[in-house]
């Protein structure tokens, strides 16, 4: 069962500019003027995105396994994911955004059919996620068969996964991530990125990007959209850095 708070006492932390959550903002743009539209920030952290939807005027409910937003015009939900069921209506908001959360889940899959539940039709999906996508990435799971470090012996990841909050465990693909979502009803897909890999990372990759982009645009335009591959291998996919940010707006037509 979920238990809700009215305000509380942490403080809200500070992003850095160019942040992921500020490009989350500007997606949000999208919709106009903020001012009385619902939004769920699931998987707030440390709430500087609720408190900006919040300033800027939306109702902003926040589901994390810890919600005690600092600002009180904030809903907060405690909720742990691994029970994917939101417990909210259906068509509830106007936006959906979560950062940094479906790389946590035991259940991604689930939880993605419940935010598209609770957004309403014509409404906003936004995620972010670690950009796995990226030339360093694929090079890494190319090499290892893994995108990431395994930390099989770390007794912290181990704990931390037991208490159910669990370490990065899930890295989807573009192409998996986009049907699945498009089978739940959504349409017209934005992918964003924070900032793009340095110059000397570009150069250093340069062969593998140039079999890659040879790849995409000799592959025919047929084959380019049945594969994603517009999409997969642009610059936001190939070249973003650290993170990488999704969107789409439900249309009911899945």
């Not at 003027?33 to 619902?38: C, I, N, T, V, Y």
């Not at 959906?96 to 946590?104: C, F, I």
């Not at 789409?248 to 899945?254: E, H, I, V």
Request: with cysteine; hydrophobic share 45%.
């Amino acid at each position: 069962m979920a238990r809700t708070h009215e305000g509380g006492q942490n403080e809200v932390a500070i992003e850095p500019e160019g942040s992921i959550q500020q490009r989350v903002l500007r997606e949000l743009a999208a919709l106009g003027d903020l001012r009385g539209k619902s939004v769920l920030d699931v998987g707030a952290g440390g709430g500087w995105l609720s408190a900006q939807l919040a300033a800027a005027g939306a109702k902003v409910t926040v589901l994390d396994l810890e919600a005690r937003p600092a600002d009180p015009r904030i809903r907060a939900v405690v909720h742990n994911l691994d029970d994917p069921v939101l417990p909210f209506a259906d068509k509830e908001f106007d936006a959906v955004v979560s950062t940094e959360v479906l790389e946590h889940l035991r259940a991604p899959f689930l939880v993605l059919r419940e935010l598209v539940r609770v957004l309403k039709k014509g409404g906003r999906l936004v995620l972010t996620i670690p950009n796995y996508w990226n030339i360093k990435y694929r090079l890494r799971y190319l090499l290892t068969g893994n995108f990431q470090r395994l930390k099989i012996d770390s007794r912290e990841d181990r704990a931390f996964y037991l208490r159910g909050y669990a370490p990065h465990i899930n890295a989807i693909p573009y192409p998996i991530l986009k049907t699945v979502l498009s089978w739940e009803g959504c349409e017209h897909f934005t992918l964003g990125h924070k900032r793009l890999l340095g110059w000397p990372q570009r150069l250093f990759f340069a062969p593998w990007l140039a079999a890659i982009r040879l790849f995409t645009w000799c592959g025919g335009a047929r084959r380019r959209a049945r594969q994603l591959l517009d999409e997969t291998n642009s610059d936001s996919a190939l070249l973003g850095a650290r993170q990488v940010l999704i969107a789409c707006t439900k249309t009911g037509r899945g």
